[in-house]
C-alpha cells in the first residue's frame, strides 16, 4: 500500500504530489545490501512536496517530505 498521502514527516502539513522531473539515470550501480541490488532501489513514481513553506524540507540540503 502506498503512503504517498501521509502528512510531512517533518512538520506534518499536509504535501501534494507532483512527478518527478529529474531525468531517469543509467547508473546501475548497487544499492542496498553489501551483496547488492541492481537499479534505483525502487524510487517512488510521485515526488512530495510539504505544503508549508517555511518546512526544513524546502531547504536546499533539507529532509524528504
Known sequence: MY???K???VCGAPVELRART???TDD???VGPADGVVGGG???VDQRV???AD???H???GPAA
Do not use: N, V
Request: charged share 35%; glycine share 4%.
Open 28 to 30: 546501475q550501480g548497487r
Open 42 to 44: 525502487d524510487p517512488t
Open 3 to 5: 503512503q504517498d498521502s
Open 59 to 61: 531547504a536546499p540540503d
Open 50 to 52: 510539504c505544503t508549508d
Open 22 to 24: 529529474e531525468p531517469e
Open 7 to 9: 502528512p510531512c514527516e
Open 55 to 57: 518546512c526544513p524540507t
